[in-house]
């Protein structure tokens, strides 16, 4: 990413939540009407203009990925909070919208949404925008995650690091080095038991709509760089402090989300989710 450049990977995320929420029809993975507000009228207008590439096969595929990892995360945080997780960080946050949602039951939860400064600056720019309200139990702490110690910066942040906590981090593997992703392991496994990290990482792919994707966010600045061989990630989370590992592979996905629901948008075809224990 560009030092003062927001993220535009961001953005095309939001934009995948805001298309499920207005063109897929009654029956969501995902309830999120304030990412309508937070993307605002101008972004709207643009997505119904194009209506039509958002049913691509490439784009219904990368709007399953978007939808169902905030839809898993925050299934796997209520799962957290039930067995008394009662922090929760959202690591390269871009546009999320959990905080600005929140149910009832989160309300008792620190919520710190975590990012690069300039996605970041974004964001809180279109929150004052949209007069979108930030509840008490969320704050925002800046992090470049190639260059920043993680353990330093929370430090500074209301986040207890000798208690447990709840940690998503959806989107983000892929955009960072090898060395940085060895470094979060590393500290996210040396918290106190209990903890959760639920992230994506992403498996190398060939066919035509990755190589597409891939063009274009590198064309954006934010390249794709890191990928993972599965039993090599298990391996190195479990080296790293995780003492289980849990992937939703397509099945299970297709079976909790997308068998009693009529859904518009496809089941996930690859297994791009997962949760590790400390
Ligand atoms: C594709 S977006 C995903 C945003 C959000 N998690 C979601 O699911 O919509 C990638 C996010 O990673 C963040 N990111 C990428 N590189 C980063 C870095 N070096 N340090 C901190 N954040 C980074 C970007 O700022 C952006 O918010």
Known sequence: MHDDIPSSTAVGAAMLRAAHQIIDGNDKLLDDPVILKLIGEDAIQHLLERKREFYLPGTLAMRTHVVLRSRYAEDCLYDAYNAGITQFLILGAGMDTFAYRQPKWAGGLTIVEADHPASQANKLDHLIDAGIEIPQNVSFIKINLEEDDLAEVLKQSKLDLSKPMYIACLGVMIYLTRDAIAKIFRFIGSLPGKTEFVFTASQKRTDMWAVIAAEKVAQAGEPWISHFDFEALEDQLKM??????????????????FAHANLRIPPPRRCSLLRAVV
């Open 240 to 257: 790293s402090g995780f003492s289980r590992v849990i992937f939703l592979d397509p099945a299970e996905a297709k079976r909790r989300y």
